[in-house]
């Protein structure tokens, strides 16, 4: 199947995040109105752009929590990355109160998914779930890519999110402490060499495979984004002046000239999205198998 649309029009539009919380949701533009159509609606919209009719494009009165604010991919000033600070900090918090409300499926949701929304559940993951920043980007990245289907997926590649992301940790008090859980509990929790007498197996292969995982991702990211890069350099552009400008008018053309990329990149994007997949199940089955432990 060709992937020849961007990812604010991919369908469902929208990744589960279970191992956040079993209701929620990560997903673009699209997500509410498809599941709404569908006749299952999300009882929670968390919206960072107003969202879209799937069929129309026009924009739908969905939205029951309202953060809006600009994704530069990573060209934020400093100025934008304190409005983004303070746009997810206080959307995970209200994310936090409709979840322990009882919310059955909460949406959080940007034009495409990948940065402001993705950045919103990983917030709230640490912030309220304890988990470690790292470990709770590697997760959200590995749902999103196991779940969308769409022409260069690149989730959570702005790196001023992630900035504010490894900032965070959890605390009772609200205070910005370093309470690792998870995955990297179960690494402190690994024999050192002064562990010498009763000390188990090093779990060395894990480790390894884990840095594998973590440079496979970088480099298709790398690769990813300078195959665009390129071809995007090679479409005509009717006004220069409205090329550098990053408000939604300008997200719409990107996305615009996505739809058209030549077919015959399809092939090889599809193939790593079938190594993505198939990376993304053995680390689930590896998670499991540690948490067994």
């Given amino acids: 199947m060709a992937l020849d649309y961007p990812g604010n029009r991919d369908r469902p539009g929208c990744a589960r995040l279970p191992r956040f919380h079993a209701a929620l949701w990560v997903g673009n533009e699209m997500a509410a109105s498809h599941r709404s159509r569908a006749g299952n609606p999300f009882d929670v919209v968390l919206s960072t752009v107003p969202p879209r009719d799937v069929e129309t494009f026009a924009p739908v009165s969905l939205t029951t929590h309202e953060f809006l604010f600009d994704d530069r ?24 109160a409709a979840l322990a409300a009882g919310s059955s499926a909460a949406l959080v949701h940007c ?35 196991a779940e969308r289907r769409y022409q260069h997926p690149r989730p959570l590649h702005n790196e001023v999110f992630l900035s504010i992301l490894r900032s965070l ?37 894990f480790d390894e495979w884990r840095e594998k995982q973590q440079r496979e991702e970088e480099e298709e990211d790398a690769a990813a984004a300078e195959a665009f890069d390129e071809w995007l350099k090679k479409q005509p552009r009717e006004d220069d002046d409205e090329a550098d400008d990053d408000d939604a008018e300008a997200q719409a053309e990107v996305a615009e000239a996505v739809r058209l990329f030549q077919a015959e990149q399809d092939a090889r994007w599809r193939q790593i999205a079938e190594n993505i997949e198939r990376d993304a199940a053995r680390s689930e089955a590896i998670d499991y198998i540690v948490g067994m432990g």
Avoid: F, H, M
């Fill in 73 to 96: 991919c990573g060209r934020e000033t400093p100025a934008a990355r304190g409005v983004a600070q303070g746009k997810i900090l206080a959307a995970a918090q209200a994310l936090d």
């Fill in 169 to 205: 940790a959890p605390s009772a008090t609200g205070e910005v402490v370093r309470r690792p859980t998870g995955l990297t509990t179960w690494l402190k929790k690994r024999p050192r060499e002064e562990d010498e007498a009763d000390a188990p197996p090093s779990p060395g292969l």
């Fill in 111 to 145: 034009s495409w998914g990948q940065n402001r929304s993705c950045a919103i559940c990983v917030a709230w993951a640490v912030l309220y779930r304890e988990w470690a920043p790292d470990d709770a980007i590697r997760y959200a990245k590995e749902r999103y890519r």
